[in-house]
Structures are given as structure tokens and as C-alpha cells.
């Protein structure tokens, strides 16, 4: 794992999105009228901002690159006080629901949108709401094809909407026929016997922030890096109610008044950096332009209990 010093360093990243945006709560009628909704990206990205800078910390922000049509000032300026920029796909369609061919349109429209917007490569991908799963096996090839250097979709947990159940949970690279992409995986732990996505920002909001820091720090105890994830919406207390069933509002809803402070506490705690600085061979592949070889790199599938695939 990365240190500074003699701190161990871990990864957040943060999924800019509307919160009109938000899976549970989309549907095709409602995605039509997205542009009449009122946005508030550009209030809560300031103030994420205002609590990273208070904390002197740069982290990986995964754009849409519909978000990033309607705003590029947003995305500008996200890229110019100096975090890294990634991509969310364009219009938030869950991978299973798009063919390969126009997932592949979608990737490749967005991350030009935003290397447009920042005048930066663009090298990191994560799919909307981590929905890449066993039923999508063409999807991360094509992400490496695209041009990206690392996916950050993959939880190797049973979820209805993501979810690989057995896949690597470590940081990891993957190949196919000459091609390579480094997987970051949200962190997920086993408690109870079942493997969770406590890395996740509902997660944050949903347990007492000790029994949060508790969990990450077995994972901290492990010497490996801790990948969190949080919806830019879930800082903002003040949204519009959008309309759900009872389930999907209760987890949209749920305790978005404390997400700010549990951040505060998160980055006081922990520290932090962008994907793109945490992990040294892709560091070194932005930096260079060129593929790094990774001496001793095991790469293909895991199975549960063979060595750790960590390579950071």
C-alpha cells in the first residue's frame, strides 16, 4: 500500500451525479425531463470541495458526460484545482440494458466530452451504479479497447442492480489478448458471513460513523488500500424529494444531513488520494504515455482464499 510517510494512503472517489439522477429513482419518462429538474451539482461540488481543501486532499471525481454537457464549468473547474477527472459513461444507463456496441458509443462519447471539457486524458471508467456484472462479460474489454487505464465497477457481492459475487475484491490487473486494465474495486468486507459495499457512501450514512471507521480499519489492518465511493447528492440535505417506492426513497434519504460531517471525520481519519496518484503503474503510464511492466503480476480471475491479487 501507498504510504506518506508512515500513514497508510487510501483512494476516495466521489460519482458526480443530479440527484434526479440516482438509479433507484430513474426511469425512461423521468430521463426525458432531466433537463427541466432543478440541478444542484454545482452548490454540492462546492461543497466537497470546501471540505478537501480543508483537509488538503485531492481525490478521483467520475463524471457523466451528460453532466459534463451541462456543466463544463463544473468539470473545468473540478480539474483545475487539481483532482483527477474519470469517467461515468454519458446518459446513466445501466450496463445491462445497453448492447455491447452502444455501451461502447456511450463510453467513448463521454470520455471525449471530457477530455474536451479539461483539456486532460481521461483514464478511469466506472460504470453507472457499478453495473457491471456476470450478465455483462463483454464490458470490461471494452472498456480496456476504449482507451482506459483502470474500471473501478466491479463488487464482488450479490446485489439486484451490480455485482460479481466471488470476484477479486483486491486491486488487481486484468488482461485480454494484449490488453490490460487495472481493476479498483470498491471495498467490500465480509461481517456475518455476508460480503458487503462498506466502501459506499449509504453506508456512511447508514452506520454510526465509529462502526464505520472500525470496519475500514480491518481493512486498513490488512495492509491494503481502502476504495470509498460517494454520490455527490448524498452531501445535500436540501434536494427535492423525487418520488419512489418506499425502499428506494428510504435508502436515497437516509441521513443525507450527516454525510458532510462523516466526511469530515472520514478525511480526518484516513488519508486520501486520487486513483490516478495511488496506484504507482498507472501513475507511471499517465506520467510516461507508455505501458508499465509489473514484475511477478498474477492477473486473470480470483477465487476466494487463493493469494491476494494486490500489486499497490
Avoid at 451541462?70 to 483527477?84: F, L
Avoid at 479498483?184 to 447508514?206: D, H, K
Avoid at 501513475?283 to 504515455?289: A, F, I
Wanted: aromatic share 10%.
Amino acid at each position: 500500500m501507498l504510504r506518506i510517510g508512515t500513514a497508510p494512503c487510501h483512494i476516495l472517489t466521489f460519482d458526480l451525479e443530479e440527484h434526479f439522477q440516482a438509479a433507484r429513482s430513474d426511469s425512461p419518462v423521468r430521463r426525458r425531463h432531466w433537463s427541466s429538474f432543478q440541478s444542484r451539482v454545482r452548490t454540492n461540488v462546492e461543497r466537497i470541495f470546501e471540505l478537501l481543501a480543508h483537509h488538503s486532499t485531492k481525490t478521483t471525481f467520475f463524471a457523466l458526460g451528460w453532466l459534463t454537457e451541462q456543466h463544463p464549468s463544473v468539470i473545468r473547474a473540478v480539474s483545475a484545482v487539481g483532482h483527477e477527472m474519470a469517467c461515468r459513461g454519458y446518459g446513466h444507463e445501466l450496463v445491462a440494458a445497453q448492447t455491447s456496441h452502444s455501451f461502447r458509443e456511450d463510453i467513448r462519447r463521454a470520455k471525449c466530452f471530457l477530455e474536451d471539457v479539461t483539456g486532460h486524458p481521461v483514464v478511469g471508467f466506472r460504470a453507472p451504479s457499478l453495473s457491471i456484472t456476470t450478465h455483462t462479460p463483454w464490458a470490461l474489454p471494452i472498456v480496456a479497447e476504449e482507451g482506459f487505464l483502470y474500471d473501478s465497477s466491479v463488487l464482488p457481492i450479490v446485489h439486484d442492480l451490480a455485482g460479481i459475487p466471488g470476484a477479486n475484491p483486491w486491486i488487481h490487473q486484468l488482461s485480454w489478448a494484449g490488453r490490460s486494465l487495472w481493476e479498483i474495486p470498491p471495498s467490500t468486507l465480509n461481517v456475518g458471513g455476508f460480503r458487503i459495499a462498506i466502501g459506499g457512501g449509504g453506508y456512511l450514512r447508514a452506520l454510526s460513523y465509529p462502526v464505520f471507521k472500525s470496519l475500514l480499519s480491518r481493512i486498513e489492518a490488512r495492509d491494503e488500500p481502502i476504495v470509498v465511493y460517494v454520490r455527490s447528492w448524498e452531501i445535500d440535505a436540501g434536494q427535492p424529494r423525487m418520488q419512489g417506492t418506499l425502499l428506494s426513497e428510504f435508502r436515497h434519504y437516509l441521513n443525507l444531513n450527516k454525510t458532510a460531517i462523516r466526511l469530515h471525520q472520514l478525511l480526518r481519519d484516513f488519508r486520501f488520494g486520487p486513483v490516478c496518484e495511488m496506484i504507482h503503474p498507472i501513475c507511471e503510464q499517465v506520467r510516461t504515455g507508455s505501458p508499465q511492466m509489473v514484475p511477478d503480476l498474477v492477473t486473470g480471475d480470483y477465487t476466494p482464499g487463493s493469494p491476494r491479487l494486490t500489486t499497490v
